[in-house]
């Protein structure tokens, strides 16, 4: 399981790599990671391995420029892929299957799945979270949520190695679970009734 995982731009590395070719690559779950600007792709899965009931739910893959950020030519049986936010300026956003797909279409890769500007906090300071605005508020799923997950991010160690504080641990907020690794989330007055943006 993998899940509430930043991974910023490093070296040409992919954020995620599907690779054996000869053992099915079965049964994980890929929750709410935010990858940014990936060296190579967001997702990647050569066109030999053979991938088997693999999630990916809830993630975002982001490109400030024109980079595709899903490779996967061979998705095996029982993949699913849905309700990720794939941002790109490329034409092919995303290969699935064998299946290319545009910005405009990657809805038809899985339910949900959405190509909008996240609207970051400030990519330049590696600070992922997101505004009331952000288009990815509430277009998570909760649908197959791996056993425990009631918070979102929550990594005390972030800030001392120049990152923004990540220890959120806030609870799903609103109408639904945000894409990625961040809940917005806003604190009410407790006599107040809290408003959702
Ligand atoms: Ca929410
Ligand atoms: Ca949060």
Not at 13 to 25: A, E, G, Q, T, V
Not at 55 to 79: E, L
Not at 89 to 116: E, P, Q, R
Not at 124 to 146: C, E, Q, R, V
Request: hydrophobic share 35%; proline share 6%; glycine share 10%.
């Amino acid at each position: 399981m993998l899940r509430f995982c930043i991974a910023p731009s490093f070296g040409d590395n992919d954020c995620f790599l599907l690779r054996n070719s000869i053992s099915p690559i079965a049964g994980n779950n890929v929750y709410n990671n935010t990858c940014v600007n990936p060296g190579l792709y967001g997702l990647e899965a050569d066109s030999s391995s053979v991938t088997t009931a693999n999630v990916f739910r809830n993630n975002i893959f982001y490109s400030s420029g024109s980079a595709k950020q899903i490779n996967v030519p061979n998705i095996g049986t029982g993949n699913i892929f849905e309700y990720n936010d794939v941002f790109s300026a490329a034409s092919t956003v995303a290969t699935w299957g064998g299946v290319d797909y545009t910005c405009a279409n990657i809805a038809d890769a899985g339910t949900g799945n959405l190509c909008v500007d996240p609207t970051f906090a400030d990519i330049g300071t590696n600070n992922y979270h997101i505004p009331a605005s952000s288009l990815i508020k509430d277009a998570g799923t909760s649908a197959g949520m791996p056993t425990g997950r009631t918070t979102d991010i929550n990594n005390a160690l972030a800030s001392a190695h120049g990152f923004p504080s990540y220890a959120d641990n806030q609870t799903q907020f609103c109408y639904g679970w945000d894409i990625g690794v961040d809940e917005y989330f806003i604190v009410c007055h407790p006599r107040e009734l809290c408003p959702c943006p």
